[in-house]
């Protein structure tokens, strides 16, 4: 039988495993001779007063019941003779082909962006040049939205035996093994792209196909049934069973399944801003100025206020950041937010947003879909416009923002295209200034010092999630009208990052299969 034990310990101790093996069995009141090996099973910060202390779930284990600390990927010895067709290579999508693989499946997966390598080229004229590729951008190509912005694991999924899973494949696939360790396991951009490429090869290997630059442009349904898809206008595939894990940005997606009277619906969202700190700051207020060495990496914060109703809440916040223009069309800009592995760069960046209801919205009907999109993408082009319809991006210092006031200056910012000093009271709708102004207010009486005019708004963060849903059963995860149609992921409503996507992936082709056997 195994003992799990919780010690706590200081930021300086917790690489000194002789220490935390005679704390962990003083605790568990155990002796060498009782158990076989011992490992740390889960590890997080406490950083709500001083000192810091760094909490730690230490497992002990007796002869025979040694647990298995990484389950690798396993490709299934007998195949059987069934393709699964898959649109997007974001997380879902490429957990679906590997979860196909293992159960002996062929998936075929169109990815209407490059590859990760040929991605790079795309992401430096958007930074470089301003030049925005419609198809391939920090939102389209290979890994999706996830491969450049950041590699955030944290997810509140409670299928805790699938999130586990996912994340032993990705240790398999080259990942960290502290990810399967610490309470906010990150992986970071620069250590993403070799992981997806491993990724990939594995599903060729295995007798997958991947097609990059290969985009659904129609859908074909006959007596409430898949039938086939369209590829780039010309190539067409029977289909029966279509895993459609498009992300929360295909926009042409959403139209092209209203246009084939499909069903899709309006769903709430959040849209606001992309705040930038110094991260000495941050660390001086979430650690109570003990970060003075290498024992505690850049801090994070989590704030949320309700706002007149509505709540106001940071989302995919980076420490030692960078914040990157994420725009998918010419004509709109758009901030998102990444850091390396490392997490060392000066500064730290969040989105701070305001949650969105259909219903909120001056022109909603029920029987609109497009309600809350048509919302999103009319913020993104008067942010494009009033910056100069590059892709800079609107700015404005906190205090100035509240007070109303257009900022003379700004301290030097990560966002790469450039920043244009404007007044966002002018340029966000009033349901969103509002209440971030109220927000930001008592944020600073959360975080003392938080708020201040060294902090710097860039406008907009409207990608947070997707805001048309795609409904589907929830018994069978199929569409609700059409049969062998799987709605996937973020793109479809049912996820909201890397590792709910990878596992809603994996979901609905565990429901394919079970149609298989």
């Not at 284990?61 to 003779?81: D, M, Q, R, S, Y």
């Amino acid at each position: 039988m195994n003992t799990l034990v919780q010690i706590t310990v200081l930021p300086h101790q917790q690489e000194d495993e002789a220490l935390i093996l005679r704390l962990a069995k003083e605790k568990a009141k155990i002796k060498a001779k009782d158990f076989e090996g011992w490992r740390i099973r889960k590890r997080s910060i406490d950083a709500r007063r001083k000192p810091v202390k760094i909490n730690l779930q230490v497992e002990f284990w007796t002869e025979g019941n040694a647990p298995t600390l990484v389950n690798h990927f396993t490709p299934a010895k007998e195949k059987i003779n069934k393709e699964i067709h898959i649109i997007g290579a974001g997380p879902a999508g490429l957990y679906a082909a590997l979860r196909a693989i293992e159960a002996g499946a062929k998936p075929i997966l169109f990815e209407r962006g490059k590859d990760v390598r040929a991605r790079r080229r795309d992401l430096a004229k958007i930074n470089k040049e301003q030049v925005v590729n419609p198809e391939s951008n920090y939102c389209f190509g290979e890994g999706g939205a996830g491969t450049y912005s950041d590699g955030k694991l944290y997810t509140r999924s409670k299928k805790r035996g699938n999130v586990l899973k996912g994340m032993e494949w990705l240790v398999n696939f080259g990942a960290d093994e502290n990810i399967l360790i610490d309470a906010h396991p990150h992986i970071g951009t620069n250590k993403l792209p070799q992981i997806i490429t491993a990724i990939r090869e594995c599903i060729i290997e295995n007798g997958g196909e991947v097609h990059f630059e290969s985009k659904l442009t129609d859908i074909a349904v006959e007596n409430y049934t898949l039938k086939s898809i369209t590829i780039n206008n010309q190539d067409v595939y029977p289909c029966e069973n279509l895993v459609l894990a498009t992300g929360h940005s295909a926009r042409d997606i959403f139209e092209l399944l209203h246009k084939r009277h499909i069903k899709i619906e309006a769903k709430p969202f959040a849209l606001g801003v992309r705040i930038e700190h110094q991260q000495e700051l941050i660390d001086e207020i979430q650690y109570h100025g003990e970060k003075t060495n290498d024992n505690l990496p850049p801090a994070s914060y989590s704030l949320v206020e309700q706002v007149d109703g509505m709540g106001v809440y940071s989302f995919c916040m980076c420490p030692g950041g960078i914040i990157a223009p994420c725009a998918t069309d010419k004509e709109e800009v758009v901030t998102n937010g990444w850091s390396p592995s490392k997490r060392n760069n000066p500064y730290s960046n969040s989105g701070i947003v305001v949650s969105v209801s259909p219903e909120d919205l001056p022109n909603y009907t029920p029987e609109n879909p497009f309600v809350a999109l048509d919302f999103q993408k009319k913020v993104e082009r008067d942010c494009w416009i009033a910056a100069g319809k590059t892709q800079r991006v609107p700015a404005q210092r906190m205090i100035d923002f509240v007070e109303g006031k257009v900022s003379e200056d700004f301290p030097k910012t990560s966002y790469q295209p450039g920043i244009v000093s404007v007044d966002l009271n002018k340029v966000l709708p009033g349901i969103i200034a509002n209440r971030l102004r109220e927000a930001f207010i008592e944020f600073g009486k959360k975080m003392k010092g938080y708020y201040t005019n060294e902090a710097v708004l860039h406008a907009p963060e409207s990608r947070t999630s997707s805001p048309v849903s795609i409904p589907r059963d929830p018994i069978t995860l199929e569409h609700v009208e059409v049969k062998g149609l799987y709605p996937c992921g973020e793109g479809a409503g049912y996820a909201g990052g890397i590792m709910s996507a990878a596992i809603d992936g994996i979901n609905c082709v565990d429901k394919i299969i079970e149609k298989f056997v």
